[in-house]
Each structure stands twice: as C-alpha cells, then as structure tokens.
Nanobody, 117 residues
Framework: QVQLVESGGGLVQPGGSLRLSCAASGSRFMINAMSWYRQAPGKQRELVARITSGGNANYADSVKGRFTISRDNAKNTVYLQMNSLNAEDTAVYYC???????????WGRGTQVTVSS
C-alpha cells in the first residue's frame, strides 16, 4: 500500500551538489516526521537529517552547514539539498517516513550517491 520513490542520486565531483527527492504515497494517514539516512560499505546506517511536521530540522554534525532538508506537504515529498560534497559523503541514501496513526515507519529502496574525481 505504502510506496516511497526516491530520486536524485548519482556521481559528482568533490565540491559538487546534488538534490535528493522522496515522494510518499499510498496511505490515508498524515505524515509526521521525514528523514534521510545513509549507509556506506562496512558502516552502520546513520541519521543524516530529520524534519518534523512543523518544519523543525536537525542534522548530523558531519553535514551541518552543507546539507539542507525541506518538505512540501502538498506533494508529500521531502528533499535533501547536498552542497560541498566530499568523498566521505559517498553512501546509499534512504528516505524514512514516520506516519501518523498506527502505521509502521516506511523506508525507501535507497539511492546511490558517489563523490569521486
């Protein structure tokens, strides 16, 4: 029933930028918080950024000042603007949606971000 569609990943050079998008559909419940996680090979999945229904955002220390999370409630979509990318940002990025009501959290399939020269 629930589907999360992620897009925007790809290959960029160090110092470049990417914008990730995640559109959620398939539920009658309201969306509460929306988040971006990432996982690099051999490392555990980590929270990158989270935005609440009221628009309050928090970020991992490693991305503060470089990444910006935003949302469009009318489109049920969350974005992650990534600037000044470096090799340590290389990972699979996952979208997570926290639904209202009794639905469990939903995860996207992930999109690959590779930063390399």
């Amino acid at each position: 029933q629930v589907q999360l569609v992620e897009s925007g990943g790809g290959l960029v050079q160090p110092g470049g930028s990417l914008r990730l998008s995640c559109a959620a559909s398939g539920s009658r419940f309201m969306i509460n918080a929306m988040s971006w996680y990432r996982q690099a090979p051999g490392k555990q999945r980590e929270l990158v950024a989270r935005i609440t229904s009221g628009g309050n955002a928090n970020y991992a220390d490693s991305v503060k000042g470089r990444f910006t999370i935003s949302r469009d409630n009318a489109k049920n979509t969350v974005y992650l603007q990534m600037n000044s990318l470096n090799a340590e940002d290389t990972a699979v990025y996952y979208c997570k949606v926290e639904w209202g009501g009794f639905l469990a959290d939903s995860w996207g399939r992930g999109t690959q971000v590779t930063v390399s020269s």
